[in-house]
């Protein structure tokens, strides 16, 4: 939150209030706890064959706010930036919903609706929201700020790759996508904010290979980000300062091959503080000379790396904790991390490559430290 925070300052200086990264704000009472966003792609799908699911691609409206009543009204006016209104509906937010054409999330106080909508010819340039309950009304306009990512798709020997690219605001319940074209080109233009995680595999994730992920991708300008799909993944990566220590970088990450985890053996058993866990024993054995680690595309020395353990649903998996110098990096300004590992192993005989790529997003403060 305190990352948030210091966002939020960086751009009030610059004349934008970059306030629409994250909820609950710090005032929910007023018209500003509203939030409202427009993802405009085209139609598709992705067909993941290991699991029989289909995730369907579909522009969406999503509006964020505080729920005044059990029950109340949610109207969304969609302005193109012709002036011509583009979209037009009201919503009835309750406990009991009826009508299953949108979903409605709640937080405590707080509510998340998504609405599925049209692909427009261009994104909007605001959107009004209103939420009436009795007696109470509250009124938003929002300013719509987009922002284009693309990128190149590649496998671990450097073909191009068809892959979908799909990118999840808050959690892993919705999200928007694109694919990209043979070559492994794409792009997507979204709503200004901070994204959850992307998600890049096609149809054979789980059978032949493992997605890469992004992590906490801050959507505040346009930017390049370009992907390696391998058999392994880069999961649950998070990046932060050694506050007050040497000048080195924290990275944790847990890692997991497809090919350990299509071959999975007997339960093990680990100890962790005194207490016995089930280890789901699906993470190659990783060391520094497996990984490459880059903040915004310069190499980053590795000073350590430990394995830990991660707890999940009563058992554990194995994690990494990797400490990197920040000798010879640019500390200042966005940092853009990729987290890429490549390890040789063996099952049942047969020699095998576990190979995984995430990327990670933060601001640093001006001197490079954190400012939790």
Not at 133 to 148: A, F, L, P, Q, W
Not at 187 to 199: K, T, W
Not at 305 to 330: F, H, I, N, P
Request: some cysteine; glycine content about 8%; charged content about 20%.
């Amino acid at each position: 939150m305190k990352k948030m925070l210091f966002l939020c300052a960086l751009f009030i200086s610059s004349g934008q209030l970059y306030s629409q990264q994250t909820y609950p704000f710090a005032d929910t009472q007023s018209d500003d706890g509203i939030v409202a966003y427009w993802y405009n792609v085209p139609r598709d799908s992705l067909r993941i064959k290991a699991i029989g699911q289909t995730v369907q691609f579909q522009s969406t409206l999503e509006i964020y706010g505080n729920a005044p009543s059990d029950s109340f009204l949610v109207s969304a006016q969609v302005v193109l930036p012709d002036g011509t209104t583009g979209f037009f509906r009201d919503y009835v937010v309750s406990k009991h919903p009826t009508d299953q054409s949108y979903q409605v999330v709640r937080r405590g106080k707080f509510f998340r609706l998504i609405g599925p909508t049209h692909y427009a010819p261009a994104p909007p340039s605001k959107i009004t929201v209103i939420i009436k309950s009795e007696g109470n009304t509250r009124t938003k306009e929002i300013v719509c700020r987009y922002h284009k990512i693309s990128g190149h798709v590649t496998d671990f020997e450097g073909k191009s790759f068809r892959a979908a690219v799909i990118v999840r605001p808050d959690d892993f319940d919705s999200g928007n996508g694109v694919w990209t074209d043979e070559s492994g080109n794409y792009n997507i233009l979204l709503p200004e904010r901070v994204y959850s995680n992307i998600f890049v595999d096609d149809e054979s994730y789980g059978v032949q290979t493992a997605e890469a992920w992004g992590w906490h991708i801050i959507v505040d300008q346009d930017q390049n980000v370009d992907f390696k799909v391998g058999t392994g993944e880069v999961y649950n990566l998070n990046v932060w300062p050694n506050n007050g220590g040497a000048k080195t970088y924290f990275i944790s990450f847990r890692p997991m091959s497809l090919y350990l985890y299509q071959n999975a053996g007997k339960t093990t058993t680990v100890h962790v503080d005194g207490k016995e866990f089930e280890l789901v024993d699906i993470a190659p054995v990783l060391k520094a000379k497996d990984m490459t680690i880059k903040f915004n595309g310069k190499e980053a020395g590795i000073v350590a790396l430990q394995k830990y353990y991660e707890w999940t649903s009563g058992k554990v998996m194995t994690a990494y904790l990797l400490q990197v110098s920040r000798d010879g990096l640019q500390n200042m300004g966005k940092q853009t991390v990729t987290v890429e590992y490549q390890s040789e192993g063996e099952i049942q005989g047969k020699k095998i490559v576990h190979s995984g790529l995430g990327i990670f997003q933060f601001y640093p403060n001006f001197t490079g430290h954190s400012f939790y």
